[in-house]
């Protein structure tokens, strides 16, 4: 299914299209049938106002025949096949409009003599007819007279017509308004939706949080129940799986000191070597798996980034690789970092302490706003690493620690902890000619 169907406000426009159009075409069709009906009504009224002016002008002559002493205002009756016709049937002789002409009128034996009726028949020249009839007595001791009246029915599908053309450009117009009152109505009752999914971003960047039933309509409050329960449920667990790590590593690092206390008891000198590599291999591991677990790398926190790399230098600077090494600090003193006092230290300890290890003569940190958030460098101007090993520093699963000594350990959990605070690391080459770690937020603490 693509992804534009699978859009629920999508769904509910083509919806709210779709049935509005299905209403609006079912009132075209009975507004239509509805307007063919009254005009049949009005129709059928003027046709007996007409009869009943013929009623009124007509009298029998002394042979007993229909005579019209009154002509009808209406001239259509002096027009041929004009649509309008009246015919007068007696048993001495019939009396038809001008109209008429040599049109055959549709014979009627009989109809009701207190009112009209009204019946649709062919017509002379027409192919249905409106007609309506009564019989009269002009002569309480006369003969019946049969009266009919009748109209051309195309004069009334004719208005029904032009009457559902205009109403259906009139139902489009109106189709239209609902549809983008439909549009306005979908995308403001979602409005509640578009918090709650950022809500769910702050949820993401921050495990502790949890969203508050209270700030969102009560339809959604299931959904956020389960969510914080989710919310709950994973907090838990990645608990658990830090809980286990420590305990672990701890388990792991009193029997490997030993191990390697015991190491100097072999005679033989490759071997002692071999296994002293071993040995720290998994010590470094196991050191690194600790790191990771006392530091909670799902905790959130600020702290001023002077302060730490200020002591961070006076230690480094005193250990043998780092005495010979010149620093330049280019930090604001109101320069904040998103990470707590802890994993700043950890991080910016570990990135230190590579790069003294590496450098020739100079390392320089530097911390500056640009645009799109805060990035902070660590510099050095030894021998940097080549594409392949930045791409294996940062690939998933590889530590650079494996091939290069301990670099690789600095980088691990100093990534970890960066990716942890919403950030991102990268390994580029120094303008000092060696290796440049960046780390980049794209939000800046306030």
Same mark, same amino acid.
């Given at each position: 299914m693509s992804k534009r169907s699978n859009s629920l406000k999508v769904r509910l426009f083509a919806l709210a299209a779709l049935w509005n159009g299905l209403a609006l075409g079912f009132s075209w069709v009975a507004l239509s049938l509805l307007f063919e009906r009254h005009t049949e009504r009005q129709v059928r009224a003027e046709l007996i106002r007409q009869g009943e002016a013929l009623v009124a002008g007509m009298s029998m002559d002394a042979a007993g025949k229909p005579v019209l002493s009154q002509a009808l205002y209406d001239p259509r009756f002096t027009r041929p096949a004009s649509g309008l016709y009246w015919y007068v049937s007696s048993e001495k002789g019939n009396l038809r409009s001008r109209s008429l002409w040599d049109g055959a009128w549709p014979s009627l034996t009989q109809a009701p003599s207190?009112?009209?009726?009204?019946?649709?028949?062919?017509?002379?020249?027409?192919?249905?007819?409106?007609?309506?009839a009564r019989t009269i007595r002009p002569d309480a001791k006369g003969p019946e007279l049969l009266i009919e009246v009748g109209q051309d029915h195309a004069v009334i599908t004719q208005a029904r017509q032009d009457f559902a053309q205009e109403l259906a450009l009139f139902l489009l117009l109106l189709w239209s308004v609902l549809t983008l009152a439909s549009v306005v109505q979908v995308t403001q009752g979602l409005q509640p939706l578009a918090a709650l999914r950022a809500r769910l971003t702050g949820l993401k960047a921050d495990s502790r949080a949890?969203?508050?039933?209270?700030?969102?309509?009560?339809?959604?409050?299931?959904?956020i129940q389960a969510i914080n329960a989710l919310a709950d449920a994973r907090s838990d667990d990645m608990a658990r799986a830090r809980d286990r790590a420590r305990d672990l590593a701890h388990a792991l690092k009193t029997p490997l000191t030993a191990l390697k206390m015991q190491v100097g008891d072999l005679g033989d000198a490759k071997s002692q070597t071999a296994l002293q590599e071993s040995l720290s291999v998994l010590n470094i591991a196991v050191q690194a798996e600790l790191a990771r677990?006392?530091?909670?790398?799902? !905790? =959130?926190?600020?702290?001023?980034l002077g302060p730490v790399i200020e002591r961070l230098v006076r230690v480094v600077g005193r250990t043998p690789a780092g005495a010979s090494k010149r620093f330049e600090i280019e930090v604001g003193e109101d320069c904040l970092v998103p990470l707590t006092e802890e994993s700043a230290f950890e991080v910016l300890g570990?990135?230190?302490?590579?790069?003294?290890?590496?450098?020739?003569?100079?390392?320089?940190?530097? !911390? =500056?706003?640009?645009?799109?958030g805060l990035m902070v460098s660590v510099e050095d101007d030894g021998p940097g690493l080549s594409q392949d090993q930045s791409r294996l520093a940062l690939e998933r699963g590889v530590r650079l620690d494996e091939a290069i000594g301990t670099q690789g350990l600095g980088l691990a959990i100093t990534r970890d902890l960066i990716v942890a605070s919403g950030g991102n690391l990268t390994l580029e080459t120094s303008e000092l000619g060696g290796l440049a770690v960046r780390l980049g937020w794209t939000q800046v603490p306030a």
């Open positions: 207190q009112t009209w009726e009204s019946l649709t028949t062919k017509g002379p020249f027409e192919p249905a007819m409106l007609r309506v949890r969203l508050e039933s209270g700030e969102h309509p009560q339809e959604v409050g299931p959904l677990a006392q530091l909670a790398p799902d !905790a =959130r926190g600020t702290c001023l570990a990135l230190l302490d590579n790069a003294t290890r590496h450098a020739s003569h100079l390392i320089r940190v530097r !911390a =500056r706003v640009v645009v799109g």
